[in-house]
């Protein structure tokens, strides 16, 4: 693979991990602000929030993480990622609370493990 490949492949997994660290940022958040202020529940619980947040966690990780099993030869990062961002899918099928933290914090750490897993692997340049 190409160095400018893998360059931006690198990238990608570091912007991966930075959206996961929002992303746990924003459920601790809501959940501290919301039921100890009761503040902010109508923006911080709007559901468009997550479903962009995943939308983007899924590109980045197709991008980053989906080249993984190819260049390295390590499913690891791949199959961890994934568990990740179907954690984070189920999130958003249950409704607002502990449940749906626990699995998107569930989901974005595994997620950033993943990506994590994968700028450490080995890369084949050619």
Do not use: Y
């Not at 570091?14 to 660290?21: E, F, M, P, S, W």
């Amino acid at each position: 693979m190409s160095k400018s490949l893998i360059s931006i492949r690198r990238r990608f997994d570091r912007a991966g991990i930075a959206l996961a660290g929002l992303c746990a940022l924003h459920c601790i958040a809501t959940v501290i602000v919301v039921s100890s202020l009761g503040l902010g529940g109508h923006f911080l619980l709007e559901p468009a929030i997550h479903r962009v947040g995943l939308a983007l966690a899924l590109i980045i990780a197709a991008i980053a993480i989906g080249w993984s099993p190819i260049q390295h030869r390590r499913p690891g990062p791949f199959v961890i990622a994934l568990i990740g961002l179907v954690s984070m899918g189920a999130a958003l099928g249950v409704p607002h609370g502990v449940g749906e933290t626990v699995l998107t914090i569930f989901g974005v750490s595994l997620v950033s493990v993943g990506h994590l897993l994968n700028l450490r692997a080995p890369t084949k340049q050619s």
